[in-house]
T-cell receptor
Framework: GAGVSQSPSNKVTEKGKDVELRCDPI?????LYWYRQSLGQGLEFLIY????????KSGLPSDRFSAERTGGSVSTLTIQRTQQEDSAVYLC???????????FGPGTRLLVL | DQQVKQNSPSLSVQEGRISILNCDYT??????FLWYKKYPAEGPTFLIS?????DKNEDGRFTVFLNKSAKHLSLHIVPSQPGDSAVYFC????????????FGTGTRLKVLA
């Protein structure tokens, strides 16, 4: 069956531009998570969705970051006015239920020049 | 404030020997601990977990030990195989008021043939 997919796989953008990253979770998975992995760092929690609502947005680094999930399925992470420090791999994971086994996508590698 | 720490960035082990990966945490409220394995250019994959009320969980060649008094867990792989070479992330799960995974920075394991 299909796993978690993310698009684009790579994104190069100029400082100040907005970017949208997409995550397609496994069908039927109610929980969805976004993480960021900067070079040499661990996975940094950004936001967690249960269905379409986000009970925990505490990891979003600034108000330039936002995320939404529609139809209990696809999620987009938007970064406005990108900065060089936003360069990282952005990972999405989904699980059947909250606290269930997380399945990760391959990530989107973002480079802000 | 790094709540989950993996102090060894890398580890090399001879094939057939035991690999021991360590993880320390600071928050006594974590409910579950998990280990993930990550190959380059792929998302992490779940390996094994342990509830905070247990002290050992075993799955084939993989065993996780939890020492709550020391706030320490370890992953043992025996016998180690070259295919085990990857980055291993320790993660802890908070389920009180949220479902939030906190990841360590990872340990790169290299199993030498």
């Amino acid at each position: 069956g299909a796993g978690v997919s993310q698009s684009p796989s790579n994104k190069v953008t100029e400082k100040g531009k907005d970017v949208e990253l997409r995550c397609d979770p496994i069908s039927g998975h109610t929980a969805l998570y976004w993480y960021r992995q900067s070079l040499g760092q661990g996975l940094e929690f950004l936001i967690y969705f249960q269905g379409n609502s986000a009970p925990d947005k505490s990891g979003l680094p600034s108000d330039r970051f936002s995320a939404e999930r529609t139809g209990g399925s696809v999620s987009t992470l938007t970064i406005q006015r990108t900065q060089q420090e936003d360069s990282a791999v952005y990972l999405c994971a989904s699980s059947l239920v909250s606290a269930g086994t997380q399945y990760f996508g391959p990530g989107t590698r973002l480079l802000v020049l | 404030d790094q709540q989950v720490k993996q102090n060894s960035p890398s580890l090399s082990v001879q094939e057939g020997r035991i690999s021991i990966l360590n993880c320390d945490y600071t928050n006594s409220m974590f409910d579950y601990f998990l280990w993930y394995k990550k190959y380059p250019a792929e998302g992490p994959t779940f390996l094994i977990s342990i509830s905070s009320i247990k002290d050992k969980n075993e799955d084939g060649r993989f065993t996780v030990f939890l020492n709550k008094s020391a706030k320490h867990l370890s992953l043992h792989i025996v016998p180690s195989q070259p295919g085990d070479s990857a980055v291993y992330f320790c993660a802890a799960l908070l389920t009180s008021g949220t479902y939030k995974y906190i990841f360590g920075t990872g340990t790169r394991l290299k199993v030498l043939a």
